[in-house]
């Protein structure tokens, strides 16, 4: 288990340029997450790249605290696209 | 990463054009996400091996470091990573996914 304020706090912190970050919580199990992070750092990789970039920064608590995070990542163009 | 274990899973990738790591067996997938893949490689006519990770610890732990992706399942075409269930699903309703297939498995 883990508070989504903490995994929200360590993608901010190893992803200082993210422009957005929701997580949610997907079970009410605190282990089951939904995150959508939206950095311009992600423009120019693929998309396991930037999942690989977000896995990075959480590190150890996907090795057992978090048992799903289903991951959305967008450049802030391809997100003001989304949300048109 | 140890090098016997490199080795190995290097030998698994370059056996089998399209390689799922995965929770339970192409029959019996352990997991929906894993069931999910299966689900989407069928449909794109995709001629795949799988291999369950919930009966081979040292490739459970491997995996995940060699692709620097911490959960299951993981697909690989011709060697590379290409995504987890997310990523290969997105694909697919793109229609990305059946060209990297074809190509694979030379029908393109």
Not at chain 2, 26 to 46: D, H, I, M, W, Y
Request: with cysteine; hydrophobic share 40%; net charge negative.
């Amino acid at each position: 288990m883990v508070e989504p304020e903490t995994v929200e706090q360590r993608i901010r912190s190893a992803m200082p340029d993210v422009e957005v970050v929701r997580i949610e919580d997907l079970t009410g199990t605190k282990d089951h997450y939904q995150a959508v992070v939206v950095s311009p750092s992600f423009e120019g990789m693929t998309r396991v790249e930037q999942h690989q970039a977000v896995y990075r920064a959480l590190g150890e608590l996907m090795a057992g605290p978090v048992h799903a995070l289903a991951l959305q990542t967008y450049t802030p163009e391809a997100w003001k696209k989304k949300n048109g | 990463m140890d090098e016997q274990l490199r080795q190995r899973i290097e030998g698994i990738l370059g056996t089998h054009k399209i390689v799922l790591f995965m929770k339970g067996t192409k029959s019996f997938p352990q997991c929906g996400f894993s069931a999910t893949v299966v689900e989407v490689l069928k449909r794109v006519n995709a001629d795949f091996h799988t291999v369950n990770i919930l009966q081979d610890a040292e490739l459970r732990q491997g995996m995940k470091d060699y692709a620097s992706w911490p959960t299951f399942p993981q697909l690989y075409v011709d060697g590379r990573f290409v995504g987890g269930c997310d990523i290969v699903r997105d694909m697919f309703e793109g229609g990305e996914l059946q060209p990297i297939v074809d190509k694979a498995l030379g029908r393109a």
